[in-house]
């Protein structure tokens, strides 16, 4: 990977991180594409870009994270959060093997904007419209959710969290609003044990040259997210989900269509 693919890689991730169209279904299809290879960097590369794009949440949202005053803040995304890491631990082999399998990224892609599709009318009459009416027992069931991203790559962890949200009672907006929270934690966990595990197994993958690839990408990343989320909030509390159904049905059967013709493989 040089800078100026990590840089492409990077815009996509900052524009689709938060959007329920799954960043990681668009940095893999972007591989071949951009004639990139899959290697131990390119892979933590990825996860860590992801944790960059999401800190754009504690800038904007900074009087919530540093409020020490309410700990049940906290409290909620620690029990949001175990089931992802529990998730991740025991499925790290699958989920390596999912993430390579881009037929079955495109399928999810295409299954989750079918649902899309039906979401906003499934889901009516929301009585939680705020973080602070969340209780911890929804927190967990969003956090099982979050679970299903891990499951299914290409689902989307914003809308497996969104969705889920939804269906205990909360308002589009405070169900995004904590999908952001929780990405938080769920991504600075997976950005540290990818750190880790690529220096311990492929210590030369962590070269100087590449350090500097992945600080730029982070930046990048970072600085489009903070444009891409409060259009997203916004777009959603007018629209609701029925526009991003139907692009990812479109983006899904695009992708399969370029494996059926040998394009990307």
């Known amino acids: 990977m040089d800078t100026f693919q990590a840089i492409i890689i990077a815009i996509v991730e900052g524009l689709t991180e938060f959007l329920p169209v799954s960043s990681t279904a668009h940095m893999k299809f972007l591989h071949p594409l951009l004639g990139i290879t899959d290697t131990p960097f390119v892979n933590m590369f990825e996860i860590v870009i992801q944790l960059a794009a999401i800190l754009a949440i504690v800038v904007l949202y900074w009087k919530k994270f540093f409020g020490f005053r309410h700990i049940g803040f906290y409290t909620k995304l620690i029990i949001a959060v175990i089931p992802a890491l529990i998730g991740g631990f025991f499925l790290k082999k699958y989920i390596e093997t999912a993430l390579g399998n881009l037929s079955f990224i495109a399928w999810v892609m295409v299954t989750g904007g079918i649902i899309l599709l039906f979401i906003d009318d499934i889901f009516k009459s929301p009585t939680v419209d705020s973080e602070e009416k969340i209780t911890n027992k929804t927190a967990l069931i969003i956090g099982c959710g979050q679970v299903l991203s891990i499951v299914f790559p290409g689902l989307s962890r914003s809308a497996a969290t969104i969705i889920t949200g939804m269906s205990q009672k909360l308002t589009r907006s405070a169900a ?4 952001f929270f929780l990405a938080v934690p769920t991504m600075f966990a997976a950005s540290a044990k990818s750190f880790w595990d690529t220096y311990k197994e492929n210590p030369e993958a962590i070269a100087k040259n590449n350090i500097t690839i992945l600080l730029i990408g982070s930046a990048v990343a970072f600085v489009v997210a903070l444009m891409a989320v409060k259009f997203f909030i916004d777009f959603l509390k007018k629209y609701g989900f029925r526009i991003w159904g139907i692009y990812r049905i479109i ?15």
């Open 176 to 179: 995004a609003e904590f999908s």
């Open 251 to 265: 983006a899904g059967f695009t992708m399969l269509f370029l494996i059926w013709k040998g394009i990307v493989h």
